[in-house]
């Protein structure tokens, strides 16, 4: 008996220990820095010659599961936050998933709550989580949260855009299902419709 629980606390102690995030890594990360590429593989082990077990889109929210390596040989493990397919992904893909910032607590609130591209000024596009609300004037209340935290609010009815600060500079242009909106000529964000015009 006292052989059979030694084999097996030696089994235990040899079997690969799910990876966990690290101290000082976030607990989710999101897909970003896709450039002309419209997917992320993810792969069955930290390597690019792993099996592709699913394909992710830019703003895919990840569950840390851990990372290994340095620089551009770094490789995360990972899985959907809805806790679908878990696999491997390259660092250089990932940056930290920005939590929505809280419901705006007048109005009513118009799902889903998600995540819209935005730009600031020449830095990279990325995707950026807005939370949505409906005015007592009928109009669609839009903020934007991006990655430094400042907060873009921005209000949509029919075709016309606006913000509440009358001194900011607001274009906006339609380009297929969305809007795209540029304001004081430093920020560009794009809106879909189904954003700002629930059924």
């Known amino acids: 008996m006292a052989g059979w629980i030694c084999r ?7 079997a690969p220990a799910a990876a966990t995030a690290q101290t000082g890594e976030p607990e989710f990360w999101e897909v970003t820095g896709l450039g002309s590429a419209r997917t992320l593989n993810l792969r069955d082990s ?3 010659g792993g099996a592709v077990v699913a394909e992710l889109s830019s703003g895919t929210v990840l569950r840390n599961l851990g990372c290994e390596g340095e620089g551009p040989k770094r490789w995360c493990q990972v899985e959907t936050a809805d806790s679908g397919p878990r696999g491997w992904v390259s660092a250089r ?9 809280p419901r705006a607590a007048a109005g009513t609130d118009l799902p889903p709550t998600g995540t819209v ?3 600031l000024g020449d830095d990279p596009a990325r995707t950026c ?38 001194t900011d500079e607001v274009t906006a ?23 700002v015009r629930p059924n």
């Open 93 to 101: 893909y990932l940056a930290d998933f920005v939590e929505p910032p």
């Open 117 to 119: 591209f935005c730009q």
């Open 8 to 14: 097996l606390a030696l089994a235990a102690a040899l």
């Open 173 to 195: 242009r339609r380009a297929d299902d969305k809007t795209v909106v540029e304001v004081n000529a430093v920020e560009r964000l794009e809106i879909p419709d189904a954003v």
């Open 46 to 48: 930290a390597s690019s």
């Open 129 to 166: 989580p807005y939370v949505t609300s409906r005015t007592e004037e009928g109009a669609t209340e839009v903020v934007v949260t991006f990655a430094d935290g400042f907060q873009r609010t921005l209000a949509f009815r029919g075709d016309d855009v606006w913000s509440p600060d009358p």
